[in-house]
């Protein structure tokens, strides 16, 4: 079955600064590819998703960028705030029924954005 | 705005006992999922559902089952509760098709198995 895999486990940076979050999937008929962020003590929420026929899709300064090629995808955080602080999950889904059925979710990231 | 409602924020339980975890979302969606969330382990599918009395393993439905005898509710049973099934049980649910693949997430269930 899919195998989603996610890194870093823990991202400190300074306020201002570039964050980056990688995952790779394992299988190739997986087609669309969410992120979620779950603030401490919250529930997760969906932030920006692609799907396989889109390269990179942007949304302020979140971005996302998906290699089909090398089966892998990013989120890509810019000018990092405090409020960004969070763990974030990628997930991935061969969408049977929707895109929801079967989503499996990485092993999450802890951003922490230092003022 | 979707709300997701799971009925317990923090559940005590003693090994071998029966445990229900109910959930339910206002929004007619027909998709409902349970996971479990773990440190260093992400969130993992338990069992989901997309119509009434429909239910499909997820990847560690093992020592669970599920029920949903309306659309608006999923129960999460634990027949009999075991220390390792201590975890964040979050509940969530969706519109069915292409184009409605947002989950909506519950505030989650800190069960806690002694």
């Known amino acids: 079955g899919e195998n989603v895999e996610q890194h870093p486990s823990t991202l400190s940076v300074q306020e201002g600064d570039s964050a980056v979050i990688k995952c790779t999937y394992s299988d190739s008929a997986s087609n669309y590819f969410p992120w979620y962020k779950q603030e401490l003590g919250k529930r997760p929420q969906l932030i920006i998703d692609i799907r396989s026929n889109v390269g990179e899709k942007k949304d302020q300064r979140i971005a996302v960028t998906l290699n089909k090629t090398a089966k892998h995808f990013s989120l890509h955080i810019t000018e990092t705030q405090p409020e960004d602080s969070a763990v974030y999950f990628c997930?991935?889904?061969?969408?049977?029924?929707?895109?929801?059925?079967?989503?499996?979710f990485g092993t999450g990231t802890r951003l922490q954005v230092f003022p | 705005d979707v709300k997701v409602t799971q009925s317990s924020r923090y559940l005590v339980k003693r090994t071998g006992e029966k445990v229900f975890l109910e959930c339910v979302q206002d929004?007619?969606?027909?998709?409902m999922f349970w996971y479990r969330q773990d440190p260093g382990l992400g969130l993992r599918l338990i069992y989901f559902s997309y119509d009434v009395k429909m239910k499909e393993k997820g990847d560690i439905p093992e020592g669970y089952s599920v029920s949903r005898e309306k659309k608006e509710r999923f129960s999460l049973i634990l027949e009999s509760a075991s220390t390792n099934q201590t975890s964040m049980y979050l509940c969530?649910?969706?519109?069915?098709?292409?184009?409605?693949?947002?989950?909506?997430f519950g505030s989650g269930t800190q069960l806690s198995v002694l």
């Open positions: 969530a649910s969706s519109l069915a098709g292409t184009g409605n693949e947002k989950l909506f």
């Open positions: 997930a991935a889904s061969k969408g049977a029924v929707s895109n929801t059925d079967k989503l499996i």
């Open positions: 929004m007619d969606h027909e998709n």
